[in-house]
């Protein structure tokens, strides 16, 4: 099989990867939106949507742009199909969101059901200084010393699903979750 | 035409209903994406098993959000739940669609799925047989995790699904279990289960 070829199937697996990733990134920040009745958290997920759709439109032009063989149609149509998938579940992150948008205060079931201990959202920048920098989410162990686990990473204008082997980079915003007591040791490791 | 249980009114809560739903949707995204990748047919007729119920699952919920709304105010924060109950039905839809690529033998392009192992741990179904040496010890004393890597994200014993098992549960013969890990210990894991592997390793 020729190397281009190849090459513009691995650009195309990724930007699936990305899709995938997102739309999980979304359920997580909708239903800690929804738990914490999270207006900021709530419009993540509304922007991440936006951001979906666009992603979603350049997979599919990879896909049709890719010069498949004719006998290849029924696997690009499963990745299509896949992509239609994510953008789908993109959608319901979306709509649990939109009740908090809504100002419909959240039914207290809501919570039971979310079953996390979950007191606060907060928004912490790392700083050049910090001991996080150039660490990776496992080696940073952020929940082991706060008690606070983040949701997503926020890098210039785009969020990074916080997979153990994602790297904290200075500058970045973490958007984590927890008990309010953490929010002040997370503030010494992020921002000292 | 799918069988479709018949719906009756259960006196059951809506935080129950409310946690199997979302747990349910969970455990189907990522049992899909497996089956559509790895192109397994079992786990992609699971997730449409598993659809069927979460669909039964919606008409209890809003029956009971019906009963339970006495006032304005129960409306206004009842249609709450119920849009996310919708919300996720949906996602478990969206898991039930990726099944559907696999069981309509429309399959994902080979080079893809290659990619994607490469980033992805995968999940994998393995049946416990008779002479499996898993079989009477408890899911935490087998230490899989530490051993080979491996988490065991369900079980499905007599038609019913045990989300996120706790450590105490004990393995039983005829048990299925849904499993996570890096390839080669989800391999380890599925021989041992199947008895094929006769002893636990270090």
């Not at chain 2, 038609?159 to 996120?164: A, K, S, V, Y």
């Amino acid at each position: 099989m020729p190397d281009k070829y190849r090459e513009k199937f691995e650009e195309i697996a990724e930007q699936f990867v990305e899709l995938k990733d997102t739309s999980e990134l979304m359920m997580d920040l909708a239903y800690s939106s929804l738990l914490l009745n999270s207006k900021e958290l709530a419009k993540d997920v509304q922007k991440l949507e936006e951001h979906v759709d666009e992603l979603h439109t350049e997979f599919e032009l990879a896909v049709l742009s890719s010069g498949f063989h004719e006998k290849e149609t029924k696997g690009l149509l499963g990745l299509i199909r896949l992509g239609v998938v994510t953008e789908k579940i993109a959608d319901s992150a979306a709509e649990i969101s939109e009740v908090v948008l809504r100002g419909i205060e959240p039914h207290p079931v809501l919570k039971l059901a979310i079953e996390e201990a979950e007191e606060t959202v907060t928004y912490m920048q790392v700083t050049k200084h910090s001991e996080l920098a150039n660490k990776t989410l496992r080696k940073a162990c952020i929940p082991e010393k706060t008690g606070m686990w983040v949701l997503a990473i926020r890098r210039e204008g785009r969020y990074v699903r916080p997979k153990p082997n994602a790297e904290i980079k200075a500058g970045d915003i973490l958007i984590a979750s927890g008990y309010a007591d953490g929010e002040s040791d997370l503030k010494r490791l992020a921002s000292p | 035409m799918p069988y479709l249980e018949k719906i009756e009114y259960k006196p059951i809560s809506v935080r129950k209903l409310l946690v199997e739903m979302k747990n349910l949707s969970e455990l189907m995204i990522d049992l899909a994406y497996s089956a559509a990748l790895f192109n397994d047919r079992e786990l992609a007729e699971d997730v449409l098993g598993l659809e069927r119920h979460v669909d039964t699952l919606t008409y209890l919920l809003e029956m009971e959000i019906m009963i339970a709304a006495r006032d304005v105010e129960d409306a206004e924060a009842l249609t709450g739940v119920s849009k996310v109950a919708a919300a996720v039905d949906k996602i478990s839809d969206a898991a039930a669609d990726i099944a559907a690529i696999v069981t309509q033998n429309i399959g994902i392009h080979p080079i893809v799925s290659e990619i994607f192992e490469r980033v992805e741990e995968r999940l994998t179904r393995a049946n416990v047989y008779k002479h499996s040496p898993l079989i009477g010890k408890q899911v935490d004393e087998l230490n899989l995790a530490a051993r080979m890597g491996v988490d065991i994200i369900a079980i499905l014993r007599n038609g019913e699904w045990i989300i996120d098992p706790e450590g105490k549960e004990t393995v039983a013969d005829g048990d299925i279990f849904i499993a996570r890990g890096a390839p080669a210990g989800v391999e380890e894991f599925k021989a041992l289960a199947e008895g094929k592997l006769k002893k636990l390793g270090n």
